[in-house]
């Protein structure tokens, strides 16, 4: 899909899924690195996977000067630099495009690369808290949270994927130049919580931190659990109302029957005109009491198995073993088998997507490896053509 495109990709963590995204479409990746910089780490391996390793120290004048023999025969260039970054000056938007007017450059930062916040680090859990989905997960009187693994470089780095093709595609259909796609990863978790403001619009209310609950539901302020544990871990279900929350609810209540599960309040519902808008918090703790110890006699498998037979809203909470023997995984070949460093089968997450009914497998292990000479090579690169470029003023390359 992307075979004719080139990608370099001088990130850091915060933009190492774009071009793993890229890579998995078809694009050849080059991944930067300095010379002695880790790549055995987990999460490098894995964001990582399917681009080949360049060695480059662009903290030294050679090092930028190769750069720029570089990025002349690419199309897409991804960068995490900020102001204070020594690599930063090989990243003016000016000096790029006169080196390459035809690139698309995609700067991926904590805050962008506009604004007071422009130079500020960041870590995982700063991005999080600035892009407000901490402010919903927790419970209703502990503190913010997070989820245990970090998330918001992800939230970043699809987001700069998105823009390196909405800028790929814009030049092929206008047969145009280049564009700076600048990404803020702050702007990019706030999509985490899109259907916030929906509450603000519609009710009037800001959403808060609720735990295992639901809020904002009930007119009447009645919360819904959504998380509730089971015989080997926890379920997602929410007793809701509508076409599909009815008959989701039609068909629980008929397994637990089947089950000799004792319905309590259910029994008594008319779930064609069940509206749980309405429903005061009394009624939806007496409805959810027999759901709830039913649910503790039921696995997580058995569940999803259910839930698709029936037709039901809800699935089972999956844990990292749970994802790495999922059968739907498993049966639509997603996982890959590469050689480590040193040579032993090391399990990938296959190309997230399939085309024509084919998914492209992995062509470069973590960390394979490419010298400078035999890239610009590849490239058919006038080693000399960037010398004559005159570098503005006002972005010094010294």
Not at 74 to 96: H, K, M, T, W, Y
Not at 153 to 174: E, P
Not at 263 to 279: H, M, N, S, Y
Request: aromatic share 8%.
């Amino acid at each position: 899909m992307l075979a004719a495109y080139r990608v370099l990709d001088v990130s850091n963590r915060t933009g190492w899924l774009a071009g793993r995204l890229l890579a998995d479409l078809g694009a050849d990746v080059i991944k930067v690195e300095a010379p002695g910089a880790s790549i055995d780490g987990a999460d490098w391996q894995a964001y990582n996977v399917n681009k080949r390793l360049l060695r480059l120290d662009l903290e030294t004048i050679a090092g930028q000067l190769a750069f720029d023999r570089l990025i002349a025969g690419f199309d897409v260039l991804i960068e995490s630099a900020q102001p204070n970054d020594p690599c930063s000056r090989c990243f003016g938007v000016e000096r790029l495009k006169q080196i390459n007017p035809r690139l698309i450059h995609v700067s991926v930062t904590p805050f962008g690369s506009s604004g007071p916040r422009a130079d500020w680090l960041a870590s995982d859990i700063e991005m999080m808290a600035a892009g407000g989905a901490m402010s919903l997960a927790g419970e209703p009187k502990g503190k913010p949270m997070r989820v245990s693994v970090p998330q918001s470089h992800c939230w970043a780095g699809a987001q700069a994927a998105v823009g390196a093709l909405m800028a790929l595609f814009h030049r092929t259909v206008s047969g145009g130049g280049g564009q700076h796609v600048d990404v803020s990863a702050q702007s990019a978790v706030i999509l985490a919580l899109s259907h916030a403001p929906a509450f603000w619009d519609m009710e009037g209310t800001v959403p808060t931190r609720a735990g295992a609950y639901i809020t904002g539901r009930s007119i009447n302020g009645a919360r819904y659990r959504a998380f509730w544990p089971c015989a080997d871990g926890y379920i997602n279900f929410v007793l809701y109302g509508g076409p599909a929350g009815r008959r989701t609810n039609v068909q629980l209540v008929a397994w637990m029957r089947e089950r000799g599960a004792d319905l309590g309040a259910l029994e008594q519902v008319d779930w064609k005109r069940f509206d749980p808008k309405i429903a005061t918090q009394e009624e939806v703790d007496a409805l959810e009491r027999p759901v709830a110890a039913f649910f503790m006699r039921i696995a997580k498998s058995e569940f999803l198995e259910q839930a698709s037979q029936r037709e039901m809203l809800g699935y089972p909470v999956s844990t990292m073993p749970d994802i790495a023997s999922d059968p739907q995984l498993t049966a639509r070949n997603f996982w890959q088998d590469l050689p480590d460093s040193q040579g032993e089968p090391q399990r990938h997450c296959g190309s997230f997507a399939i085309i024509d009914r084919v998914r492209a497998p992995l062509r470069h292990f973590p960390g394979k490896e490419v010298d400078i000479e035999g890239l610009l090579a590849e490239l058919g690169t006038d080693g000399h053509a960037v010398e004559r470029i005159d570098i503005t003023e006002e972005v010094p390359f010294v």
